[in-house]
């Protein structure tokens, strides 16, 4: 497949604004999955882990990789609880786009600024989902006036909800002037839909929020505004031009609508992926130094350029550590030797593979732009690069905050200890964010994590995964005693 029609993106959000349903739908209309998973029912492909189907809630970042037209995406699902916020900033290091999905009740909320922060830091362009349209309080102009004012981005609806609340019937089209009407019918999944003329009703408010999308474009596309400020006649091209190039250019957001849970409006937002985030190639060349003489060094996202990559994330289980790899450059086969730049050490990648949440598809290689998996890692940790030893280059490293909460951690019996230390150290590799250490004063094992909920994950996942049940509790304090202020006394003997 061409790079041009590829697309690395992730789905981000606050907690409970719907990111795994909508990623859920994705995965059903693009024929990834032949059934349609609830979260609510435990059913979820991404969210494939036993806490996270027990919680409803995703706590690792889930890959996966799927077609829409002629167009391949690599799809990632991340965390929305702020203990998990690790996995959010990992996944966007290596996305070259993302959809942010808001709650059109709540609207911008806490970890959506977190989020949004952290799509900023890496320049990631975003499309806006206001999700939940059919929920009682709905407001999707209240949100896109949030996105504005709290985010700081100029956000432009390129949609509107066709119908309220339980009338939610669909979406109004902006760019293309058309009603997209979704069944009624439950039973075809979302699956069925018209595309028609804008009912009577509704065409006023639709003229009068294109002008305002045409004249928010022309404000922040340069070529645009002359035909806009000369009076000439903008075509539906046009307009779809300005948006890719203001979302890439990180100018502006192009806000849409719909509701996953009922499925609609998740079609349209395929196609704006496709028509408005940027492939690799549309991304600016990787820049890294030189490990040996520390000369800047960049590579473009081409498949003749020398092989780099950057590994993300780290996955154990009984058959090995699966390494997440983002190919900047070159590509990679199995079989394949390459030299961990950071450490100076020489790495064999045995197998390759494509994943899908969980489970995995064996492939011979991953191109320039690929996300994928490798097997056969012995030194590379997150945030390592891995590269051709002829010519080496060093990415730049992943910044992981500081640990928040600390517990005391011991096995329920003697016998647990060592399989107590193997899990810890497993889940610390996985896991930049969770720490492991001995206090050598109070000889106690110590966990530390980004939240309460994030170290009862760790300790549900020993038991589950491990097969180790440990007692966890607060640490000892330690006590000290020092001189408080010199005395004079007498003694006799």
Same mark, same amino acid.
């Given at each position: 497949?061409?790079?041009?029609?590829?697309?690395?993106?992730?789905?981000?959000?606050?907690?409970?604004?719907?990111?795994?349903?909508?990623?859920?739908?994705?995965?059903?209309?693009?024929?990834?999955?032949?059934?349609?998973?609830?979260?609510?029912?435990?059913?979820?492909?991404?969210?494939?882990?036993?806490?996270?189907?027990?919680?409803?809630?995703?706590?690792?970042?889930?890959?996966?990789?799927?077609?829409?037209?002629?167009?391949?995406?690599?799809?990632?699902?991340?965390?929305?609880?702020?203990?998990?916020?690790?996995?959010?900033?990992?996944?966007?290091?290596?996305?070259?786009?993302?959809?942010?999905?808001? $709650?059109?009740?709540?609207?911008?909320?806490?970890?959506?600024?977190?989020?949004?922060?952290?799509?900023?830091?890496?320049?990631?362009?975003?499309?806006?989902?206001?999700?939940?349209?059919?929920?009682?309080?709905?407001?999707?102009?209240?949100? @896109?006036?949030?996105?504005?004012?709290?985010?700081?981005?100029?956000?432009?609806?390129?949609?509107?909800?066709?119908?309220?609340?339980?009338?939610? !019937?669909?979406?109004?089209?902006?760019?293309?002037?058309?009603?997209?009407?979704?069944?009624?019918?439950?039973?075809?999944? #979302?699956?069925?839909?018209?595309?028609?003329?804008?009912?009577?009703?509704?065409?006023?408010?639709?003229?009068?929020?294109?002008?305002?999308?045409?004249?928010?474009?022309?404000?922040?596309?340069?070529?645009?505004?002359?035909?806009?400020?000369?009076?000439?006649?903008?075509?539906?091209?046009?307009?779809?031009?300005?948006?890719?190039?203001?979302?890439?250019?990180?100018?502006?957001?192009?806000?849409?609508?719909?509701?996953?849970?009922?499925?609609?409006?998740?079609?349209? *937002?395929?196609?704006?992926? $496709?028509?408005?985030?940027?492939?690799?190639?549309?991304?600016?060349?990787?820049? #890294?130094?030189?490990?040996?003489?520390?000369?800047?060094?960049?590579?473009?996202?081409?498949?003749?350029?020398?092989?780099?990559?950057?590994?993300?994330?780290?996955?154990?289980? !009984?058959? +090995?550590?699966?390494?997440?790899?983002?190919?900047?450059?070159?590509?990679?086969?199995?079989?394949?030797?390459?030299?961990?730049?950071?450490?100076?050490?020489?790495?064999?990648?045995?197998?390759?593979?494509?994943?899908?949440?969980?489970?995995?598809?064996?492939?011979?290689?991953?191109?320039? #732009?690929?996300?994928?998996?490798?097997?056969?890692?012995?030194? =590379?940790?997150?945030?390592? =690069?891995? $590269?051709?030893?002829?010519?080496?280059?060093?990415?730049?490293?992943?910044?992981?905050?500081?640990?928040?909460?600390?517990?005391?951690?011991?096995?329920?019996?003697?016998?647990?200890?060592?399989?107590?230390?193997?899990?810890?150290?497993?889940?610390?590799?996985?896991?930049?964010?969770?720490?492991?250490? *001995?206090?050598?004063?109070? +000889?106690?094992?110590?966990?530390?994590?980004?939240?309460?909920?994030?170290?009862?994950?760790?300790?549900?996942?020993?038991?589950?995964?491990?097969?180790?049940?440990?007692?966890?509790?607060?640490?000892?304090?330690?006590?000290?005693?020092?001189?408080?202020? !010199?005395?004079? @006394?007498? +003694?006799?003997?």
């Amino acid at each position: 497949m061409s790079i041009e029609k590829m697309r690395n993106i992730g789905i981000a959000a606050h907690i409970d604004a719907g990111k795994t349903t909508t990623s859920e739908r994705i995965l059903y209309y693009t024929g990834k999955s032949y059934k349609m998973g609830e979260v609510h029912e435990g059913t979820t492909v991404m969210d494939w882990m036993e806490e996270e189907q027990k919680r409803g809630i995703t706590i690792t970042a889930a890959a996966t990789s799927c077609s829409w037209d002629e167009y391949q995406f690599n799809l990632i699902d991340t965390p929305g609880h702020v203990d998990f916020t690790m996995e959010v900033e990992r996944s966007l290091r290596v996305l070259d786009g993302a959809v942010c999905v808001f $709650c059109g009740v709540g609207g911008v909320e806490a970890q959506s600024e977190t989020v949004w922060r952290q799509a900023d830091r890496y320049d990631v362009p975003r499309i806006c989902f206001v999700n939940k349209m059919d929920r009682v309080g709905a407001d999707f102009l209240k949100v @896109v006036g949030e996105i504005n004012e709290r985010l700081g981005m100029k956000a432009i609806p390129i949609q509107l909800p066709l119908g309220k609340e339980q009338g939610f !019937k669909g979406v109004i089209d902006l760019v293309n002037m058309k009603a997209i009407i979704y069944s009624d019918d439950v039973d075809t999944l #979302g699956v069925n839909f018209s595309v028609e003329e804008i009912p009577d009703e509704y065409k006023k408010d639709a003229e009068s929020y294109r002008e305002k999308m045409i004249e928010g474009l022309a404000e922040q596309v340069d070529w645009l505004t002359e035909k806009f400020l000369n009076g000439e006649k903008i075509t539906n091209d046009e307009i779809k031009k300005a948006i890719r190039e203001g979302t890439i250019n990180l100018k502006l957001v192009p806000v849409m609508c719909g509701s996953a849970f009922k499925k609609k409006g998740v079609q349209p *937002l395929l196609d704006a992926v $496709c028509d408005y985030l940027p492939s690799p190639i549309d991304k600016k060349a990787i820049v #890294g130094t030189d490990p040996y003489t520390d000369e800047e060094i960049s590579r473009k996202p081409i498949p003749t350029e020398p092989f780099s990559a950057l590994a993300f994330k780290i996955a154990s289980d !009984k058959h +090995g550590d699966l390494t997440f790899i983002r190919v900047y450059s070159g590509r990679i086969t199995s079989g394949t030797r390459v030299i961990n730049s950071g450490k100076d050490k020489k790495e064999l990648v045995s197998r390759i593979y494509k994943m899908h949440a969980n489970n995995r598809e064996q492939v011979d290689e991953l191109n320039a #732009g690929d996300i994928g998996a490798v097997i056969g890692l012995k030194y =590379t940790v997150t945030g390592d =690069t891995l $590269c051709d030893p002829n010519q080496p280059i060093v990415l730049e490293k992943m910044e992981f905050p500081d640990t928040v909460i600390s517990m005391a951690i011991e096995p329920k019996t003697d016998a647990e200890k060592e399989k107590l230390g193997v899990a810890l150290s497993k889940l610390a590799k996985e896991d930049p964010t969770f720490k492991v250490h *001995l206090d050598k004063e109070t +000889g106690q094992m110590i966990i530390s994590g980004m939240g309460e909920l994030h170290l009862e994950v760790i300790k549900n996942r020993m038991l589950s995964e491990y097969k180790v049940d440990a007692n966890v509790g607060a640490p000892k304090v330690s006590y000290r005693e020092t001189i408080g202020k !010199k005395v004079e @006394v007498e +003694g006799k003997f």
